[in-house]
């Protein structure tokens, strides 16, 4: 390059020099008295860049630069006319040996396949052979450049903002003055002109009842990248030492969060600077099991006591339940004696006529209750004494196992005097009215499996109907068969099995 810039001086020198021979040549040639000029020699011309001047005797050409031409002889007797410079060869060198970008013509460098954010950069470059001899150059972006002459000289500034975000390569080759196009060369550059993106925050805008969750954001960037030194994640204003797997952030707290609103806030930039927009979002966290009570039959609102004591079987259920951020979702009622169940209910501030374990003695009623995120509370119950007044009943008389006979002659009683009975068949409904008799009979039965139940009752309370509490929780049951005892012979078409529920 220092070889091409200094040739270039001397080249300039030279036509300077010719320049001031020229007029020297026209002062001698007028002070002698008309010496004449050869070939019209006394013009110049900017289009073809050709001068002409005589000294004496003949005129000998010299050219400089592209066209320029000045023609001298013998400089009054100072000897031999100045040699010639010799016309452009075939095969005069012009490749392009080195191509550089700034960020002006004064300004910084700009590095190559170097991510960066100036958009319209001031591209030079070098040939291998004579500056001089060069007739133009042509360029592009990605792609390579035409055989059209886009400027003379070594440089080319783009328009302000003419890139944008990507990977460019710029291709410049030059051509001489014969028409020939060397080699060309490249020069890689990287616009990045766009913030990073964030997205994909989780959890967000809802309650866990868990108070080590894992939190999550997607980040990326479509050019220089993620700088992973300028992530910052805070939860509830603190900084949280998130991890970073190429893609996003991921961060899980060593001691549980508290209850209430978590705060997230995270910032980034890209690896040329661009700070992305902060991310902010919450969610809450539910770590507390919901709070509740059970009474058995309460006698005035907001007595946690209860009754001490029943006749029924049948009671009430009053509830409370409470949990201050996800709500309480359902609920498992059972009896002492029983195992709690596997199902939820729906929650339920009262419940009427709860049968308890139809047993004399002291009864308990239990209860659990679970949030809307899956806390579950303790178990909360309450205790009643149970002295049954409802009349047991007993079925004495009627068909059982397996018989041939279609008819079925039930007789029963009840544990008290003056009771009254309900009966029904298989899935049929309870007898509609109360009756006294002590038996009842069905005829016509088909084939297959029969269920009996039967209930006593009794007006305890003398007020003319039968109370709930009044009526045996416990029925008589009873279950038959009508066909062969062969078991083949029960599943035959004519003798259909039927199974029925018992309560």
């Known amino acids: ?42 013009e110049v011309s900017d289009s073809d860049k050709v001068a002409q001047a005589q000294i004496g005797g003949a005129a000998e ?12 002889v013998g ?25 550089q970008a700034k960020t002006s013509a004064f300004g910084t460098e700009i590095p190559a396949a170097t991510w960066q954010e100036h958009r319209s950069p001031y591209f030079t470059w070098d040939v291998a052979g004579d500056i001089v001899n060069m007739g133009g150059y042509s360029f592009a972006l990605n792609e390579l450049p035409d055989e059209v002459v886009d400027t003379t000289a070594p440089s080319y500034q783009y328009p302000p903002d003419s890139l944008g975000e ?28 766009q913030v990073p993106v964030g997205d994909g925050a989780s959890p967000k805008d809802v309650i866990l009842g868990n108070t080590l969750p894992l939190i999550r954001a997607s980040l990326s960037d479509s050019g220089s990248g993620i700088d992973v030194d300028s992530i910052r994640l805070r939860v509830n204003g603190s900084l ?46 539910d770590g507390t099991p919901p709070t509740g009570d059970l009474v058995i039959n309460e006698r005035y609102a907001g007595d946690s006591s209860g009754d001490s004591l029943t006749n029924s079987a049948y009671v009430r259920l009053n509830l409370e339940f ?10 498992r009622l059972w009896n002492d004696g029983g195992e709690e169940p596997e199902a939820w209910q729906a929650t339920q501030v009262e419940i009427l006529n709860w049968i308890l374990r139809p047993l004399d003695g002291s009864r308990t009623v239990y209860v659990r209750f679970l949030d809307s995120v899956g806390n579950q509370s303790q178990v909360f119950s309450d205790s009643i004494e149970l002295e049954i007044i409802a009349p047991d009943t007993y079925v004495t008389a009627g ?43 069905y005829e016509s039965l088909g084939p297959g499996n029969h269920y009996f139940a039967v209930k006593a009752a009794r007006d305890v309370d003398d007020n003319g109907s039968i109370d ?36």
Not at 167 to 193: K, L, M, R, S
């Open 399 to 441: 068909p059982a196992g397996v018989v041939n006979e279609t008819s079925a002659h039930f007789l029963f009683s009840a544990s008290v005097p003056g009771a009254v009975f309900k009966a029904r068949l298989d899935n049929g409904s309870w007898s509609e009215n109360w009756f006294s008799e002590q038996e009842i009979a």
């Open 468 to 503: 709930l509490d009044e009526e045996d929780p416990t029925p008589a049951e009873r279950t038959w068969t009508i066909g062969s005892m062969d078991p083949e012979a029960l599943l035959r078409p004519e003798q259909p099995i039927q199974y029925y529920r018992m309560d």
């Open 240 to 285: 949280a030492g998130a991890d970073w797997d190429g893609s996003g952030i991921s961060y899980q707290p060593l001691n549980p969060l508290g209850d209430g609103t978590v705060s997230l806030r995270l910032d980034a930039s890209d690896l040329v600077g661009h700070a992305m927009p902060t991310m902010v979002w919450s969610f809450q966290i």
């Open 75 to 99: 400089l009054g007797g100072l000897g031999a006319p100045l040699p010639a410079v010799p016309p452009i060869e075939e095969n005069e060198a012009n490749d392009i040996v080195f191509v």
């Open 1 to 42: 390059m220092g070889g091409c810039r200094e040739m270039r001086g001397w080249m300039a020198l030279i036509l300077f020099c010719g320049l001031l021979a020229s007029s020297a040549l026209a002062q001698d040639e007028a002070a002698l008295g008309g010496s004449e000029f050869v070939g019209g020699a006394d």
């Open 322 to 331: 409470d949990d201050a951020l996800s709500g309480v979702s359902g609920m």
């Open 61 to 72: 050409g010299v050219s400089v630069g592209s066209h320029f031409q000045l023609n001298t």
């Open 166 to 193: 990507g990977q460019y390569t710029f291709t410049v080759h030059a051509q001489n003055t014969a028409g020939q196009w060397g080699t060309p060369g490249e020069f890689e550059i990287w616009v990045d002109t």
